[in-house]
Structures are given as structure tokens and as C-alpha cells.
T-cell receptor, first 112, second 113 residues
């Protein structure tokens, strides 16, 4: 069964600190992996999209990595800011009909 | 350049009623997808429309139906509302390309009482 699992479920860190969120998937065949940021009560916003051949991609202070062999991805946030408080969702695209499999997200809280 | 717009933003309905939610895609986008998001959960895929036809469908009952118009805007209809239908309904638009990122609206918060 195609699944995407994220950890931790929630995370609290102090402003200015770095953090890493994890995503493990069992999706086959694999097309691409996406990270989205969702503020409370808002729609998700795309951060990165990576294909099989890409093992790292950055978007400002956000850096995503992908290990297609172990089917793991991580999202690293550098020098966190209060505005980074949000849910971060990992999404994997299967190769069939562009089907997207969504993780449940990691809720990140940044404290001043 | 307007992004994805959804209406209404909030809606309260009674069990058994019917509801219609609306979505205007980002300019230039031809594909519209609908998602249901329960509190604390990731979005669940309902269906996707392209060229005015339902192209893919998630694991939702026939009470959930949709439509896409020639201008690419879309509607989501839910009949015989249940309490469990209370959720945030998200519309996402994209280009008809495999790596095209989804652009989401801010959703319609539906409460069924």
C-alpha cells in the first residue's frame, strides 16, 4: 500500500535554532516528492519538488533532501523564525496518473 | 495575477442538506483538484478535473460530485451532508504536467450540525 509517514508529529524549538523534519514513503513507482508548508487555516504552499535524480533542493532557509534508495526525505530549516510556525507536509507522487499521496504533516512551533 | 480563490470562506449546514463550493483557479491553470482536510490531518484527495471531465477520484462516496466549466473554474457538490463531512475543503489548481506544483486556495470551512 502506498503510504507516506512523517516524524515527528509535532516539534517545538526556539527562534533562531535549526530543525529537521523526516518523511519516509512506500510509494511505487515513484515520480517526485514535494514539501508543502501550511499555516493554520490557510491552504498549503509549495516549498520544493524533487525527482528521482535530485538529492537536494533549497528554497531560501528550507533545504530538502531525498534518498530514493532508502525512500527517505528530510526538510531542514535553518535559523528558524516565528513565521516558520506551521504544518509541513510531505507529498509523494506515484507514477500512475499523477496520483499524490499525502503525509499527515509535522506541526512545527517556533517559540521566541 | 490572482491566485486560487474559493467561496464561501465559511459555511454552516444542517445534516441532510446539500452544499456547493466554488473555486476559481490561478490564471493559466487548466487542472483543478479538490481535497478534504479534517482538523489535524493531511488533505485527502477527492477528485481532479481536467477539460471539464473528472480524471481521477479518491476514496469518496458518490455524494461528492463536481463540475468544471469551460473557463476552468470548478464546483464541488456534497449531497445528504453528514456530521463527518465537517472539514476544510481545499481547491488546488495546476498545469497539466506531472511536476506542476499545486497552488491552493485558502479553503472553505464547512461545519455540519
Amino acid at each position: 500500500k502506498n503510504q507516506v509517514e512523517q516524524s515527528p508529529q509535532s516539534l517545538i524549538i526556539l527562534e533562531g535554532k535549526n530543525c529537521t523534519l523526516q518523511c519516509n514513503y512506500t510509494v511505487s513507482p515513484f515520480s517526485n516528492l514535494r514539501w508543502y508548508k501550511q499555516d493554520t487555516g490557510r491552504g498549503p504552499v509549495s516549498l520544493t519538488i524533487m525527482t528521482f535524480s535530485e538529492n537536494t533542493k533549497s528554497n531560501g532557509r528550507y533545504t530538502a533532501t531525498l534518498d530514493a534508495d532508502t525512500k527517505q526525505s528530510s526538510l531542514h530549516i535553518t535559523a528558524s523564525q516565528l513565521s516558520d510556525s506551521a504544518s509541513y507536509i510531505c507529498v509523494v507522487s506515484a507514477d500512475s496518473n499523477y496520483q499524490l499521496i499525502w503525509g499527515a504533516g509535522t506541526k512545527l512551533i517556533i517559540k521566541p | 495575477d490572482a491566485g486560487v480563490t474559493q467561496s464561501p470562506t465559511h459555511l454552516i449546514k444542517t445534516r441532510g442538506q446539500q452544499v456547493t463550493l466554488r473555486c476559481s483557479p490561478k490564471s493559466g491553470h487548466d487542472t483543478v483538484s479538490w481535497y478534504q482536510q479534517a482538523l489535524g490531518q493531511g488533505p485527502q484527495f477527492i477528485f481532479q478535473y481536467y477539460e471539464e471531465e473528472e480524471r481521477q477520484r479518491g476514496n469518496f462516496p458518490d455524494r461528492f460530485s463536481g463540475h468544471q466549466f469551460p473557463n476552468y473554474s470548478s464546483e464541488l457538490n456534497v449531497n445528504a451532508l453528514l456530521l463527518g463531512d465537517s472539514a476544510l475543503y481545499l481547491c488546488a489548481s495546476s498545469l497539466d504536467r506531472e511536476r506542476s506544483p499545486l497552488h491552493f486556495g485558502n479553503g472553505t470551512r464547512l461545519t455540519v450540525t
